[in-house]
């Protein structure tokens, strides 16, 4: 089970949270939702083909990425979330790495804070423990603006874990409840494509941590280094492979642009891992 501000999301079965960026800039779907009617729709959409989470952001993190001002930042997401906000039967996490738009985004009625620097200013676990709201720790090595240019660790999979257990510890010496507090291994930031492919075939010592655990791989650079090149539009099955193999090592959100298709996906993966002990085996 994983609390937010507005109920839970019980972890009988992978769940999707679907993206949309408010951003000019993100490196899969920059520019397509900027205008409110656009994003909109796409809120409504994702909501539709069965995500359990809407994640709007309003900041690109891709690499080499720069900070946006904190106005400028809600100037983006506001409307978005003022129209969807009572539209939609499943929580919205917002993602951003500034307690204030964290505080402005909860009072409109966002459920989740989905902070990809794991919590790294500290006023932002006492905003998410205020509101009762659920969190998503993510790691990150470095910033978006240089985090690609050397990622190095001794051991990836044990780093990770170890500081998602300290951001969790004091996350909750600040007030925020366990049961809210879901982590994320944070693909992609700060991490080679070697470092990526640890993470993801041996999440289970992170997924140990007793915490829901969120995975990103949607259309990130390495499908399509691991693929033929492909551009964007074509990462799909690259993205499931990836995401149905995290699920086999205990992730239990994917977060996905992709949502239908995903969803789909995610349905055959849940049903053989629940077959798992079934006929053919000892
Ligand atoms: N990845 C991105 C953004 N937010 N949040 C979590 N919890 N996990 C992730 O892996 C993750 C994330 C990057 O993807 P995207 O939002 O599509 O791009 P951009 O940062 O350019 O907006």
Redesign the pocket.
């Known amino acids: 089970m994983w609390r937010h501000r507005l109920g839970e999301i019980v972890l009988d079965r992978t769940h999707v949270?679907g993206?949309l960026?408010v951003?000019p800039?993100?490196?899969?779907?920059?520019g397509r939702y900027s205008a409110p009617e656009a994003a909109i729709q796409r809120a409504l959409d994702i909501a539709e083909q069965g995500a359990s989470i809407l994640?709007v952001?309003g900041?690109?993190?891709?690499p080499g990425?720069a900070t946006v001002p904190a106005d400028e930042e809600w100037r983006r997401v506001d409307p978005v979330l003022q129209s969807v906000v009572r539209k939609l039967d499943i929580p919205i996490s917002i993602?951003t790495r500034k307690p204030e738009i964290a505080a402005k985004a909860l009072e409109r009625g966002a459920a989740i804070v989905?902070d990809?620097s794991g919590l790294s200013d500290p006023r932002m676990a006492r905003v998410i423990s205020r509101a009762r709201a659920g969190a998503?720790v993510?790691h990150m090595q470095g910033v978006?603006m240089t985090m690609q240019t050397a990622p190095q660790y001794a051991d990836v999979v044990g780093e990770i874990r170890d500081l998602l257990a300290g951001r969790v510890k004091a996350a909750m010496e600040d007030g925020v409840e366990r049961q809210a507090i879901a982590i994320?291994p944070?693909?992609?930031?700060g991490k080679s494509v070697e470092h990526n492919l640890a993470i993801l075939r041996n999440l289970d010592p992170i997924a140990a941590l007793g915490h829901p655990v969120?995975?990103?791989?949607?259309?990130?650079s390495f499908i399509a280094r691991l693929g033929g090149g492909e551009p964007m539009r074509d990462r799909l099955a690259g993205s499931v492979a990836a995401a149905t193999l995290a699920v086999a090592h205990g992730a239990h959100v994917i977060?996905a642009?992709d949502v239908a298709d995903t969803v789909r996906a995610m349905r055959v993966a849940d049903a053989i891992l629940a077959s798992r002990h079934g006929v053919g085996e000892p």
């Open positions: 949270m993206v960026n951003t800039d993100s490196f899969s779907d920059g994640d952001g900041e690109s993190t891709r990425s993602d989905n990809v998503v993510m978006p994320d944070g693909v992609g930031f969120v995975v990103g791989v949607s259309r990130k977060r642009h």
